[in-house]
C-alpha cells in the first residue's frame, strides 16, 4: 500500500514571501500520479498543482511549482509571493496510474499560516 | 468546468435516526465516486468507493451496515449513516472522477462537504 507523509504539521511564511512545504511517498509503482490539494477554512477541497510521475519536467501553476524528485520519491510545493489567501491546509495526494478505481491517498496535512 | 454538489451541508439531529448525504456530479457523468470522512484538524479518510450499479467497496475498519451507500446512476451516490451516535459526528466529504478519464491525470472533483452533528 502506499504512504504519504507530510512532515510539517504547521508552516509560516510573511506575505510576498516563498514558502516550500514537503511530501515523501512510498510506492513500488512506476506510474502514478501526484497532487496538492488545499483545504481553506471552508473546508472545500481546491486542486493546487498535479505532476504525472512519467513526466521530469517539474509541474507549474501561476505561484505555484513543485519539485519531483523521483528516484528519492520527494514531491514538494513551492508558494511564490504568498497572498494572504494561501493560509489554508494544504494536502500531498498520491495515485496509482493502474486501475479504474484509483483512489486518492492523502498525507496528514500542512497548515500553512500567512503573516503581514 | 466540473462540478460536485454535496448535499446537505450541515445537519443536526439526534441520536438513533438516519442521515442521508448525496453527492451529484452536476456536469459530467461518474462511474466512480468516493466517500470521506475528516476529523477536526486531520486528514481525510478513504470510507469507500461508491460503484454505479454495483456494490460499494469499502475500507478496512468501516462498518458498511452503518454506512450505506448507493449508487443508484451515473451522477448520484449516496452515503446513508444508520443509527447515528455522536461518534459518528464528523465532516464528510465526496469525490468524483468523469467516467472514461480514470486513466489519465485528471483529478478528482471534491463537494463542499456535509458537517454532521449528533446530539
Known amino acids: 500500500a502506499q504512504t504519504v507523509t507530510q512532515s510539517q504539521p504547521e508552516m509560516s511564511v510573511q506575505e510576498a514571501e516563498t514558502v516550500t512545504l514537503s511530501c515523501t511517498y512510498d510506492?513500488?509503482?512506476?506510474?502514478?500520479?501526484l497532487f496538492w490539494y488545499k483545504q481553506p477554512p471552508s473546508r472545500q477541497m481546491i486542486l493546487v498543482i498535479r505532476q504525472e510521475a512519467y513526466k521530469q519536467q517539474n509541474a507549474t501553476e501561476n505561484r505555484f511549482s513543485v519539485n519531483f524528485q523521483k528516484a528519492a520519491k520527494s514531491f514538494s510545493l513551492k508558494i511564490s509571493d504568498s497572498q494572504l489567501g494561501d493560509a489554508a491546509m494544504y494536502f500531498c495526494?498520491?495515485?496509482?496510474?493502474?486501475?479504474?478505481?484509483?483512489?486518492?491517498?492523502f498525507g496528514t496535512g500542512t497548515r500553512l499560516q500567512v503573516t503581514l | 468546468g466540473a462540478v460536485v454538489s454535496q448535499h446537505p451541508s450541515w445537519v443536526i439531529c439526534k441520536s438513533g435516526t438516519s442521515v442521508k448525504i448525496e453527492c451529484r456530479s452536476l456536469d459530467f457523468q461518474a462511474t466512480t465516486m468516493f466517500w470521506y470522512r475528516q476529523f477536526p484538524k486531520q486528514s481525510l479518510m478513504l470510507m469507500a468507493t461508491?460503484?454505479?450499479?454495483?456494490?460499494?467497496?469499502?475500507e478496512q475498519g468501516v462498518e458498511k451496515d452503518k454506512f450505506l451507500i448507493n449508487h443508484a446512476s451515473l451522477t448520484l451516490s449516496t452515503l446513508t449513516v444508520t443509527s447515528a451516535h455522536p461518534e459518528d459526528s464528523s465532516f464528510y466529504i465526496c469525490s468524483a472522477r468523469r467516467t472514461g478519464v480514470e486513466r489519465s491525470n485528471q483529478p478528482q472533483h471534491f463537494g463542499d462537504g456535509t458537517r454532521l452533528s449528533i446530539l
Open positions: 510506492t513500488s509503482e512506476s506510474d502514478y500520479y
Open positions: 495526494a498520491y495515485r496509482s496510474y493502474t486501475g479504474t478505481a484509483s483512489k486518492l491517498t
Open positions: 461508491s460503484n454505479e450499479g454495483s456494490k460499494a467497496t469499502y
